[in-house]
Structure formats: structure tokens, C-alpha cells
């Protein structure tokens, strides 16, 4: 079958993430699926890439595409697949959502501007995974304060309600702390994420911890969750990740 | 803690939204391509996605495409239902319906 033609306007790039020059390009649907995911190799790096229109990605529109619900989390999972397929085959360090270049010749001039660092980056990666663990601990009781008989008792059920509230989120924090630095261990590297609303995190439980941890050796990470985890809070690992988190600032500076 | 309490750990399976959008929107974001969005409307955006998230995930449980349903990203869908509530409303309470206004 002869190619098709690229329409002009399909002149952007999308970049996932930059691996190894040599990898195949993962077999998975592009943010724009009419384009196949394809390695553009400069220099000892290869970037992660897929044409896109710019109609759809530029600058301009983009916001209001960002807006559209639906559109974002299918490019969203596109753009996560890509870089958990290329994760399993071999280290990959990932874009930020939406990296878009206006044509081929200034996503290669960025891979090799940064192709030091960029290796770099991959050696550090190689063989490592990133790994989420949140922890959840039953939401607090409904006050009781307004089965009080007298204005007294209201206003002493509310002080202790409160007082509670803060030893409980004080013990929270110290739980945390100790939980970071036990998994730390057993890690190449951590970071604490923002706690995750219930609505986001879907759970009737309150989440106390969420942190990220960047793992080469799952078995023992495992095992240290297993050890460290602290009653009466569940745990819930996940990933593995592309290592979103321990990608190194400098490589987005001009 | 036993083995069974990891049991959430499910690797292949396709990941929770919300983890994905704190990594891919709110972190881990350093390489920038010549074409630039403002962050704080990706900031912004994601406080209004984060209430979408719940209901899309349950959604999908139940096996509804959401984006298909959600009244709130389709003002027109969700319209319909709430109108014919407030019709028997009305009706039940004697009131001269919406619709019969309309007519």
C-alpha cells in the first residue's frame, strides 16, 4: 500500500518522551492516530514522536482543546500508553503532556541540543520504574455536636471535636514522615505528591499519603511497603510509571 | 500486612485517570517544545477535570461512555431529565407546568 500523502497542515510533531537511539518505536496509537509513533534518532538519543496537525495542537487552539474533557483524557491515555509501552522494553524519560513542535527540524535541533543530558538521563533511568503508594484512613466521624443538651456542651463537643481533628492530623503527618523516609530506603529516589481529594481519588477514605518512588528493584520496594505499612491505614501501590517524576528541571530550560 | 492488603496493586491494568493526570499534568513535566500552553490554565483545567473524575470512573464501571452522557460536558443531554422532573413537580403540585408555558 503506498503511504499517504501528509497533509501540510499535519507539519507539527508530538513528542512523548526521548529513549536510547536504536529502540523500536512502540507499536501504540498516536495522540493523532492517523500518524504511527516513529524513533527520530539524533546523535546516541532517540525521540519518542508522532505528527499532529497543527490546527489541532497549536498554541492558539490548544487551550480550548484542553477545555474539551473528553479530547484530553483520549490524548492523555494515548500519550500514556506510548510511554508505558516504550517503558517496558527499555528506559524512556517522558515529556510533559502536549510537547509539541511546529516541524521535524526543531524537534531534532532540541534532541540534539540535549543529547548529553539527555543520555544522561537515560543511564540514571535505565532499569528503574517509578512507583506510586497513597494510603488511606477512614474519614473521621460526624460531629456530634449538635445532639448536645445546652449551649455549653455544644460549644465543649466542638473543642474536643477540634482537638481531636488536630492530634489525628498530627499523628497523620508524623505517619507520613516516617513512611517516606522507610520507603526512601528501599528507593533510588522519592517524592511526595499532593494529597488527592475523595472525589478525585474515588474513595470514601481519606488519603494521608502520596508519594513516588523512583524503584530498581521492585521485590525489595515491595516488601518495604509490606513492612513499613502502618495500622489501620491501607495501602494502594501503583505503577509501574515512566518516571515522570525524576526527570532532571534542566532539561526544560532553553 | 499480609499480602492480600496489596491487592490494588494491579500492573497492566489501565491506570486511574486521576494518577495519570497528576503525573502527566502536575508533575514530572520539564521537557517543552516550541509550542507553549499556559500552565495555569492546564492548573485551573485540572480543578475542573478532578470533578469529572469520580463520575467518569464509575461510569465506566458501570460500562456508560460518560462523555456521552455527562450533562455537564453536553449541556443539552442532562436538560431533558431534569425538565421532566420539574414537570411532575409541577404537576403534583398543581402548578401550571413549564411545558404547558412553552405551548
Known sequence: MAAMPVPESDAGWYLYGVVAAGAAPPDTAAVDPRHAVVALAEERVAGLASRVSLAEFDEATLPERLADAAWLEEKIRAHEQVLEAALAAAAVVPCRFCTVYRDEHELRRFLADRADVLELTLERLEGRVELGVKAFAPGAAPSEAAEAESGRAYLETRRREKQAREELSRSRAAIAHDLHRRLLAAADGGVLLDLQSRELSGRTADMVFNGSYLVADRARFEQAVADAAPDGLELELTGPWPPYNFVPEELGRP | ?103
Open chain 2, 1 to 103: 500486612m499480609s499480602s492480600r492488603e496489596l491487592d490494588s496493586y494491579r500492573p497492566g491494568e489501565v491506570a486511574q485517570l486521576a494518577d495519570v493526570l497528576e503525573r502527566v499534568l502536575d508533575k514530572g513535566i520539564v521537557i517543552a517544545g516550541d509550542i507553549k500552553i499556559n500552565l495555569l490554565d492546564i492548573e485551573l483545567l485540572t480543578v475542573k477535570i478532578r470533578l469529572l473524575i469520580a463520575s467518569a470512573d464509575k461510569a465506566r464501571e458501570m460500562g456508560i461512555d460518560w462523555w456521552q452522557n455527562d450533562p455537564f460536558l453536553h449541556g443539552g443531554n442532562g436538560q431533558g431529565e431534569l425538565e421532566e422532573r420539574l414537570r411532575r413537580l409541577e404537576e403534583k403540585a398543581g402548578l401550571p407546568t413549564t411545558s404547558d408555558e412553552e405551548e
